[in-house]
């Protein structure tokens, strides 16, 4: 911490415990009425001086006696004239300077509670902080350490706000000229120093001109109204002008002085890039070089703000044309803004392209490639603005990822100029196994779809996945199974039209989740073209640019894979199926064609099937000896090929150690543990069934 910090800092703690009263019971209230800031060692009168002032709250006897004590200060040598208000016309206050103290003695009568007591505190400083303290000497007065005045420097200083743009000559920034403190210039002045400021320019290969162009000095804060002219301001040579300060002893407050108006030329063809500075020095200023000119080449910036967003969706896009130097733009020429990466932008209804600039909506001719919108064309930027900032919508399909750029182009610009505006991800994974048909059988099955969510929630409620086979003659003869894998989004029932597959999504996901599509059934009859089958994934679940016509598919290939006639494909080994139907309220299970009894019925809770886990177990062939409930953890284990641990309560699910989020816990309920349906399909691999018309679950066990 530098010199003038501990200052600051001193000066911030003293400004605080100064503003909170300084008292003892039945004594007195004590403050200083102002604090100022003074010049180093300067005398500070009887008429400027600040008061100490003592607001009696007890009584103080004829001959009482206090002293006032200074640090940072010395007293000076001459009488001390205290004022009383509220006492008695008789009593007066005796002051006499005792060595480094000033003795205060109450003669003629009593000072009675309520006198106020108001001492001038004349002094010189001596250090940069100066304090008064008060010694009590058993008296009804309050001892205490008050803030008197600050000494500084009375130097101010020379600074600049803003640095204008020039491509070989133009007006400098303004130069603020600034005192520390009030009367800190014309104190200066009364002791000799001039008020005359030096401007020196720091570069040989310029000079000022004030003949062509209009300086003046014009005060500010304390000095506002105390302007002067050009006459304020002398040339000396190419590179120096002198400054001198208007009559400012009128003046009562911290005021300051901005000088405008000066013109930079250059006196040679130097061709220098890069800014310009002035050295400023003079009595009352602090000597500084600050830059006041930055001379460069014609330039326009494209500043953009850039985010990470997903395709799939719609993105609004801020990005500015900045002109850094006069005429750099050619304003009356169209300028050409073009996105990359097969973006596209909306058109209304006369197939134009609706852009905000510089808050106003304006209509724009489309650039096109293909049947997309890809830009637009400004015809002519308006003259008045250096800066224009734009705002408009694109459209990111999916199948978009990496950098979209943004390219601006025209005669209106010196150089081309792009820019980074958006990078694309994709919210979705999508792994597709092919379903391999043999021509002239029925009711085959195969294939299998699984897709991912990458982030909570991406796939949207209340919309669709859409699955859209290519035309082929086969025929799909059921649903495919369609479970949840992973997660909490909950579908509706799907519904085929034709030869596209509708899923509707009943409620968003809050865990990310995993939709996992398989044994697809269909048959192929010999009509059948062989040859391989396209399959497009998308609708309105996945994408805000979907629509009934465009899927903006997540994924697409082949996917029904139908072999030559002379083709061999492998057959393979024959299946056995076997059904096992679990129903909501009903105290049986049926395996095949077999009822079980049970002591427990499946139910329905947050819309979630709830099964009883031991019957599920029983059922697909795990002996009651395989399963282990330890009542004080409250944990059921269930070794078989895998073990797998549950916890009443608890959404964990642990298979084999490892660890998963389940999308509801166990629950207790009449002895028996109950699972949601999706979890037991996730931990075994079992395929599952819900048939609507009878409120059953059925599991499909393969051999």
């Given at each position: 911490m530098n010199k003038k910090q501990k200052l600051a800092y001193c000066l911030i703690i003293i400004m605080i415990i100064s503003l909170v009263p300084h008292f003892s019971r039945g004594a007195s209230w004590n403050r200083i009425n102002k604090v100022i800031t003074v010049m180093e060692q300067e005398v500070i009168s009887a008429e400027d001086a600040p008061e100490l002032i003592i607001d009696l709250v007890d009584e103080l006897e004829v001959g009482d006696l206090f002293y006032l004590q200074l640090s940072g200060a010395k007293w000076l040598d001459e009488p001390y004239i205290s004022t009383l208000i509220g006492a008695a016309s008789e009593a007066s206050l005796e002051t006499k300077l005792i060595g480094s103290m000033l003795q205060i003695k109450i003669q003629g009568a009593r000072l009675e509670r309520g006198t106020s007591i108001r001492i001038p505190m004349a002094?010189?400083?001596?250090?940069?902080?100066?304090?008064?303290?008060?010694?009590?000497?058993?008296?009804?007065?309050?001892?205490?350490?008050?803030?008197?005045?600050?000494?500084?420097?009375?130097?101010?200083?020379?600074?600049?706000?803003?640095?204008?743009?020039?491509?070989?000559e133009g007006e400098m920034a303004d130069l603020w000229i600034e005192e520390p403190f009030s009367k800190a210039f014309s104190k200066a002045?009364?002791?000799?120093?001039?008020?005359?400021?030096?401007?020196?320019?720091?570069?040989?290969?310029?000079?000022?001109?004030?003949?062509?162009?209009?300086?003046?000095?014009?005060?500010?804060?304390?000095?506002?109204?105390?302007?002067?002219?050009?006459?304020?301001?002398?040339?000396?040579?190419?590179?120096?002008?002198?400054?001198?300060?208007?009559?400012?002893?009128?003046?009562?407050?911290?005021?300051?002085?901005?000088?405008?108006?000066i013109k930079i030329i250059e006196e040679n063809h130097n061709n220098f890039q890069g800014k310009l500075a002035v050295k400023a020095k003079g009595d009352l200023i602090q000597e500084a070089t600050v830059e006041v000119l930055e001379i460069m080449d014609y330039t326009v910036d494209l500043e953009v703000k850039s985010k990470k967003v997903y395709s799939g969706t719609k993105q609004e896009v801020q990005f500015a044309l900045v002109e850094k130097v006069a005429d750099s733009l050619v304003k009356e020429r169209v300028t050409y803004f073009e996105f990359g990466n097969g973006v596209s932008l909306e058109t209304n209804t006369q197939g134009k392209v609706e852009v905000t600039m510089n808050g106003e909506v304006m209509v724009c001719e489309p650039i096109k490639k293909g049947n997309l919108v890809i830009g637009f064309k400004v015809q002519q930027l308006p003259k008045e603005?250096?800066?224009?900032?734009?705002?408009?919508?694109?459209?990111?399909?999916?199948?978009?990822?990496?950098?979209?750029?943004?390219v601006v182009e025209g005669r209106s610009?010196?150089?081309?100029?792009?820019?980074?505006?958006?990078?694309?991800?994709?919210?979705?994974?999508?792994?597709?196994?092919?379903?391999?048909?043999?021509?002239?059988?029925?009711d085959q099955v195969g294939g299998k779809i699984e897709i991912r969510e990458l982030a909570p929630g991406e796939i949207a409620q209340g919309k669709?996945?859409?699955?859209?086979?290519?035309?082929?003659?086969?025929?799909?003869?059921?649903?495919?199974?369609i479970t949840v894998t992973e997660g909490d989004i909950r579908l509706g029932?799907?519904?085929?039209?034709?030869?596209?597959l509708e899923i509707p999504i009943v409620r968003r996901s809050n865990e990310a989740s995993i939709i996992t599509i398989s044994h697809f059934t269909l048959t192929a009859d010999q009509t059948i073209a062989s040859g391989n089958y396209k399959l497009q994934i998308g609708g309105t679940g996945f994408s805000e640019l979907a629509?009934?016509?465009?899927?903006?598919?997540?994924?697409?290939?082949?996917?029904?894979?139908?072999?030559?006639?002379?083709?061999?494909?492998?057959?393979?080994?024959?299946?056995?199926?076997?059904?096992?139907?679990?129903?909501?309220?009903?105290?049986?299970?049926?395996?095949?064609?077999?009822?079980?009894?049970?002591?427990?019925?499946?139910?329905?809770?947050?819309?979630?099937?709830?099964?009883?886990?031991?019957?599920?177990?029983?059922?697909?062939?795990?002996?009651?000896?395989?399963?282990?409930?330890h009542p004080t953890t409250k944990t059921v284990t269930i070794k078989a090929n895998q073990t797998i641990t549950l916890q009443l309560g608890s959404k964990i699910m642990k298979i084999d150690g490892k660890t998963y989020t389940m999308s509801a816990?166990?629950?207790?309920?009449?002895?028996?543990?109950?699972?949601?349906?999706?979890?037991?399909?996730?931990?075994?691999?079992?395929?599952?069934?819900?048939?609507?018309?009878?409120?059953?679950?059925?599991?499909?066990?393969?051999?």
């Open positions: 002094l010189q400083m001596v250090d940069e902080i100066s304090f008064v303290e008060i010694i009590s000497n058993n008296t009804a007065v309050t001892s205490g350490r008050y803030h008197v005045a600050t000494a500084m420097n009375y130097r101010g200083k020379v600074s600049t706000h803003q640095i204008p743009t020039a491509v070989k002045m009364n002791q000799g120093k001039q008020g005359v400021i030096e401007i020196q320019l720091t570069h040989q290969g310029f000079s000022f001109d004030i003949n062509t162009s209009t300086p003046q000095l014009i005060g500010i804060k304390g000095f506002e109204g105390i302007n002067s002219g050009a006459d304020a301001i002398k040339q000396i040579d190419g590179q120096t002008l002198e400054i001198l300060l208007p009559d400012i002893s009128q003046a009562k407050y911290t005021g300051g002085f901005i000088l405008s108006g603005a250096s800066r224009y900032d734009f705002q408009v919508t694109l459209m990111i399909p999916h199948g978009t990822q990496g950098n979209i750029e943004l610009l010196i150089k081309t100029l792009t820019a980074k505006v958006l990078a694309v991800d994709t919210p979705f994974q999508v792994e597709v196994e092919p379903f391999e048909v043999r021509i002239g059988f029925k669709t996945i859409i699955l859209q086979f290519e035309e082929s003659g086969m025929k799909f003869t059921k649903l495919p199974q029932t799907p519904v085929w039209q034709s030869n596209r629509t009934e016509q465009s899927l903006d598919a997540i994924w697409q290939g082949d996917f029904l894979k139908v072999a030559e006639e002379n083709e061999v494909i492998p057959t393979p080994p024959p299946v056995m199926v076997t059904p096992i139907k679990f129903t909501i309220g009903k105290s049986h299970y049926t395996i095949g064609s077999t009822n079980k009894s049970m002591d427990a019925t499946p139910y329905i809770s947050n819309g979630r099937t709830m099964l009883p886990i031991k019957y599920v177990a029983d059922a697909i062939g795990i002996g009651g000896e395989c399963i282990l409930w816990p166990p629950e207790a309920k009449n002895g028996r543990t109950f699972v949601p349906v999706a979890e037991i399909t996730r931990a075994s691999a079992i395929q599952t069934v819900w048939e609507s018309s009878t409120k059953s679950v059925i599991f499909y066990i393969y051999d």
